[in-house]
């Protein structure tokens, strides 16, 4: 990121952008000099504000980056934050008052701090000392009543939460038989469901759940390449390699198809796959046998049906699945010409450790898990932060945090809020499981300033994602 804004100041200064900058500034000083007499005194105070933000983001932007420092680009990002919401947070100017609200009664006016006392990062003010803490206090059982209350109002409707399993396993039924048949040669594994709403961690819909498929390989013919062994250098993906062709060549594997050199293909298998889901199923005749309309997405990469019933509509996702030498990898190769990578997945061993550490402690972290999942799902900047990021910042916090009963849980969603700020400041977020892999590799620049404009607002007023 620093080399980011190095760049743009390059740019800027050898188009001559510097004195259009100067210029801007001599306008924003004759502004507030004259603002006064135009806006009033709130007027002006508002101006002055929101000018000294933009001003600060502007000198911020052209300013030259000491290279020699490793923490500029952490403190670039975290000023910008502090002067965006500097501006979303400037008053307003009150409205004049009308003849009619003069009959209404007043508020009480706030009572000013007075020497000796302090402002509570939450909202509430307290003398120092003593007085404090208790104020501190009152603010986190205010917080944990909302915490509370808004998990009441997560809860998935009944109907769905057992129409969507049944409906989803007559679905699996009938594409186990239908693989069987078209696909003999093929050892599949037995299909099986997967995804937060069997867990207990499903919020608000039970939308969308996932169709997983075994592929069942010999491991004497098969081998595991660590994605950093490769020209990608992810660990996150693997390779999986056919060997031994000199004993046993081409074609003693009934996946040897698949093979794109000496690489079982994910890409490839998901191919074949796609076309057996778009042209050689009959889901409108297991669509009117089921009492519902299945109907392939075409167009997407991912091996989708979108289900629609008279009570609710679900969209299942196929995943092929290989689990070999204590791991398991789903056919998701990422964007680009290497059609050979296999995605690591961590949510059975994520889920698993979450609910052993409740088990441990009767703890509130799953709990806390299904309230920011919520979070993320309404709030559209933070979509991607649901799931396991949110589950690995959990599992990182249980490490240091041994409080997670129930009336810690402010505290813990508190926590989780900093540490995931601070993730996102340094653009990295390390596996619980593999402290190599970075579940932040994956997003945009815009994407972690925007996720980390939100929750910087969030530390000081965790209500606000509440709403």
Known sequence: MAAFWQQRGRRQENSGLGSVIDGLGSVFDVLLANARLVLGVSGAAVL?????????LIDRATSPRDEGDPKAEQKSLEDSWQDLALIKTTPKPPKKQRREDLSKPLLA?????VPGEALDPRGCSAPLGAPQVKSSSLCCLMLLEKLLSHSSQLAVPEIQVSLVPQ???SICTQLQNFLRNKCPELPFGRLFLSGALLDGLEVLAADHIHLMLPVVLDTGLWSLISGEDTVVRNPQYWMIKRIDLGYFPRGCSPWDRFMVGRYLSSSVLNETLHKLLVASINWPAIGGL???AIHPVVASRELKLEVRHDQVEL?????????MEDKVLLAVPPEG???NLWLESFYRAEVSRVKELDAGDSGARQLCLRILNGVCRSQPSLHKLGGSPVTHV??????TASDWAEESLADRFQQVLEELVASLEKGVLPSYFNPKINLFSGLLEEEIDEMGFVLYRAISEPEVLLK
């Open 48 to 56: 002055a504000i929101a000018t000294l933000a933009v001003k600060r």
């Open 109 to 113: 006016p706030a009572r000013p701090l």
């Open 167 to 169: 409906l989803a396993r």
């Open 290 to 292: 089921l009492g519902c």
């Open 315 to 323: 969209s299942i996702t196929l995943f092929p699945v290989v689990e």
């Open 337 to 339: 010409l290497v059609e």
């Open 394 to 399: 959990i599992l990182h916090l249980s490490d």
